[in-house]
Nanobody, 123 residues
Framework: QVQVSESGGGLVQSGDSLRLSCAAS????????VGWFRQGPGKDREFLGA????????RYADSVQGRCTISRDKAETAVYLQMNSLQPADTAVYYC????????????????WGQGTQVTVSS
């Protein structure tokens, strides 16, 4: 059974960069795609980007294209979200989620979720 857990959130200043980690457990994690989402106060959960099971394909939302990079380590134990030029509008709870094989952008198509990590960007 694959499980994921986020870490790396915190309070940062406008313009800073942050790398979030999605640590995984489970022998078949290398067969799962991982997506990153965020949910700000009073907002719907928003797709940021995802990486497929082999790490050969990534997809990003237009809203963060050019500011985000998703990667997975070769040991297949974690997936990372690097975010640059953070702004107060990026303040949200950030989640990683896993699903078998291929990338999807719709949250309901991911069946394994972490508990989330809070990112707060001050101006």
């Amino acid at each position: 059974q694959v499980q994921v857990s986020e870490s790396g959130g915190g309070l940062v200043q406008s313009g800073d960069s942050l790398r979030l980690s999605c640590a995984a457990s489970g022998r078949t994690f290398n067969l799962y795609a991982v997506g990153w989402f965020r949910q700000g106060p009073g907002k719907d959960r928003e797709f940021l980007g995802a990486i497929n099971w082999s790490g050969t394909d990534t997809r990003y939302a237009d809203s963060v294209q050019g500011r985000c990079t998703i990667s997975r380590d070769k040991a297949e134990t974690a997936v990372y979200l690097q975010m640059n030029s953070l702004q107060p509008a990026d303040t949200a709870v950030y989640y990683c989620a896993a699903r078998p094989m291929s990338i999807q952008t719709t949250p309901s198509l991911y069946n394994i979720w972490g508990q989330g990590t809070q990112v707060t960007v001050s101006s």
